[in-house]
């Protein structure tokens, strides 16, 4: 076993690999540009080299750098975690080459993979199943554009370099084409320096299944089950869960055994992933091979208690697998939930911030939370916006989704918007309990997911004036916070000053809505939303409980960034109050949807100045936070100038061009 490792990454990865090596008393070392000199990572590790400044390209993916750092420390190998330069062959190639072990698959093999459409060639020669499509050299645009048109629209263009959801585009008809083609080659250049595109029949209702499997240097290959990663947004994955729902013994063999064919067809060695389609007749696809630890890991680790970085550790200090095929078990089920500083009710665009309040909940047997952040961290531009993985585990899928879901409401987080209260209005939506997964989830069930339905506001506005107002009583009575007998702690209507009829604004559903409360003792009258609701309630610390109509019910009051977010049993609400005097402050401007939605750098200027233009013609792209965003004309009109030319730095919230709408 090595003595020292390097973790080549940062955040929740490079925790989690220093947690795995300090079990096993191998000593670490981890790196860190400027943005993260009191980063989690950094204290965590035994030693820490500096690698340079804050943006990726200067430091992360800076091979050079960071090979030296580990020659520096005498580490005997490196971890490159996910994402960097865990798939870069040419740093694995290097690090060979100066006598440090790089803990993953031999060079050819991460060569292989590396591109979609060569790693497609080398399957189908193992007899491994594929999606229908075009994976050749000729990248002639026209010839692309005829593949697409002799297999049939929806057709899904992927850049072969590509990875994360990174230079993707589904095309539905011959019109869309070439802007998509264009705007997937834009993306795959900046992201992988690259723009060769394959093209692949687009299914319309599979399953995204993939199996972890390991091999050893003598060769032997197993699989460790599989993992549902169907749920997605942007083709990017927000929950996963292992086993699959509803997979048969057979299939999961049947796929298993392929998966190892895949690997052992690139004599693999170490932890791989073989992301396969599953279509709703059960016919499955090879999809492509991440030659690397996943993000999604843990929920393997939790149904077959192994620990997966310790395989990875061991193998590649030329120990055997650690178990046969037979000795592997599967026990109970578990879920991931990805809980991300991003946006869901704005595309899910990612956010920045400081994390001013960080609580997760409490880790057991059941719930554990896979992070790198601490309380006051910084979510930046320069990285992934992701906060933490929190895992949880039961008997049954069942059991663990209700474990996912009380979890996912003892989450606190202040400070900056994030994702939780989505994840849990999605782990608690009917379809989602009964496992009608498909990569289509969150577009087809939106309004189920996103609360949008006029008898959800009905429920949940009550509820939330009922929430604010015991909010309200409790924290802004004299002497609230420091006697807790206090009169003025009293939720009912007898206190001196307060009006029996309260009237109050909610931003609730992305709307504002008058609610008039009207007091009597511990019964509470609500008109909200053209309905009179009675009910009864009492605040005692975050936990709410209320009475409507009969029906008893408990809920958690979480303060958020900007508001409120009531975690009910029937899903989460999320609102604020809206003071009379100040109106709505983040009404969006006139211009608002021509300006930068965050820091980024100006891609690529799409309109012609003084050109004329119709409504949601694209006119600029700009990339941020590592994916492309692309402003629209607002109406038809022109655009009189762009105030940024391409590979400019502009700020969130900049002015990005003059745009004069058409005379009605
Ligand atoms: P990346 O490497 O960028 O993550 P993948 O090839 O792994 O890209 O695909 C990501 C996701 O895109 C898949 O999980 C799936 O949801 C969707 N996807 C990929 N190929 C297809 C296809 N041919 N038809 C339908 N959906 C697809």
Redesign the pocket.
């Known amino acids: 076993m090595f003595n020292k490792i390097l973790i080549a990454n940062r955040g929740e990865i490079a925790c989690r690999v220093i947690k795995t090596a300090r079990r096993m008393g191998v000593a670490t070392v981890a790196v860190y540009s400027d943005a993260d000199r009191d980063a989690l990572h950094v204290r965590m590790a035994d030693e820490a080299i500096h690698i340079g400044p804050p943006p990726a390209r200067e430091s992360y993916l800076l091979g050079e750098r960071i090979l030296a750092a580990a020659l520096t420390t005498h580490a005997d190998a490196i971890h490159p975690g996910y994402g960097f330069l865990s798939e870069n062959a040419a740093f694995a190639r290097t690090c060979a080459e100066q006598g440090v072990v790089f803990i993953g698959p031999p060079t050819p093999a991460i060569e292989a993979m590396g591109s979609?459409s060569a790693a497609k060639r080398i399957m189908e020669e193992a007899g491994v199943p594929l999606?229908p499509g075009y994976h050749g050299d000729d990248q002639d645009p026209a010839l692309l554009r005829a593949c697409a048109e002799e297999m049939g629209y929806p057709v899904?263009l992927?850049a072969t370099a590509?990875?994360?959801?990174?230079g993707?585009r589904q095309v539905w008809s011959s019109e869309e084409f070439d802007e998509a083609l264009a705007a997937a080659r834009r993306e795959s250049l900046s992201s992988f320096g690259d723009d060769n595109m394959l093209v692949?029949?687009?299914?319309t209702k599979?399953r995204?299944v993939e199996f972890q499997v390991f091999c050893d240097n003598a060769g032997n290959g197993i699989y460790l089950a599989e993992r549902d990663?169907s749920v997605?947004r942007r083709?990017q994955k927000v929950i996963e869960e292992a086993p699959a729902p509803g997979m048969s013994d057979a299939l999961r063999q049947e796929m298993g055994d392929s998966a190892v064919k895949a690997a052992q067809a690139i004599d693999y060695r170490g932890a791989g992933t073989v992301?396969f389609?599953l279509d709703e007749d059960g016919t499955f696809y090879f999809?492509?091979m991440n030659t690397r630890l996943q993000v999604e890991h843990p929920v393997t680790e939790m149904i077959t208690g192994q620990d997966l970085v310790e395989w990875q550790l061991l193998i590649a200090s030329g120990e055997p697998l650690p178990l046969a095929q037979e000795e592997v078990r599967i026990h109970g089920h578990a879920f991931e939930a990805r809980i991300y500083a991003e946006d869901p009710d704005n595309d899910f665009l990612p956010v920045t911030g400081n994390l001013a309040f960080l609580q997760p909940p409490e880790e057991s047997t059941h719930v554990r939370v896979d992070t790198g952040v601490r309380q006051g961290d910084e979510i930046s531009v320069f990285y992934d916006p992701m906060i933490a993985k929190l895992i949880v585990w039961d008997e049954s899928r069942e059991r663990a989704l209700q474990r996912l879901a009380s979890a996912l409401a003892e989450y606190r987080i202040g400070g900056t918007v994030t994702n939780l209260d989505f994840l849990y209005n999605l782990a608690t939506s009917r379809p989602f309990v009964e496992a009608e997964v498909d990569?289509g989830f969150i577009d087809k069930h939106r309004e189920l997911i996103f609360h949008e339905r006029h008898q959800d506001l009905e429920r949940e506005l009550p509820l939330a004036a009922l929430a604010l107002l015991l909010y309200k009583q409790q924290h802004d009575g004299p002497g609230s916070s420091v006697d807790p007998w206090s009169p003025w702690r009293s939720s009912n209507a007898w206190r001196l000053n307060e009006p029996h009829t309260h009237r109050l604004t909610l931003h609730c559903h992305q709307q504002d809505h008058e609610i008039e409360v009207e007091q009597r003792h511990s019964l509470y009258i609500v008109h909200a939303a053209g309905r009179e609701t009675q009910l009864q309630g009492e605040l005692v610390g975050d936990i709410l409980h209320m009475e409507v109509e009969g029906h008893r019910q408990r809920g958690t009051l979480a303060r958020t960034h900007d508001g409120f977010t009531l975690y009910l049993p029937a899903g989460a609400c999320h609102f604020h109050e809206v003071l009379p005097d100040t109106g709505e402050a983040d009404a969006p401007g006139a211009g608002a949807g021509l300006a930068a939605p965050m820091n980024g750098t100006i891609v690529a200027l799409l309109a012609e100045v003084g050109g004329a233009v119709e409504a949601d013609t694209p006119l600029l792209v700009m990339e941020a936070m590592k994916m492309e965003h692309t402003i629209r004309a607002p109406t038809a009109g022109k655009v009189a100038s762009f105030f940024y030319q391409p590979g400019d730095l502009v700020d969130g919230g900049a002015e990005l061009l003059d745009f004069t709408a058409d005379e009605e």
Do not use: D, I
């Open positions: 979609k999606v899904l992927k590509g990875g994360g959801g990174k993707m692949e029949k687009y299914l599979p995204h990663c997605q083709h992301e389609l999809m492509e990569t």
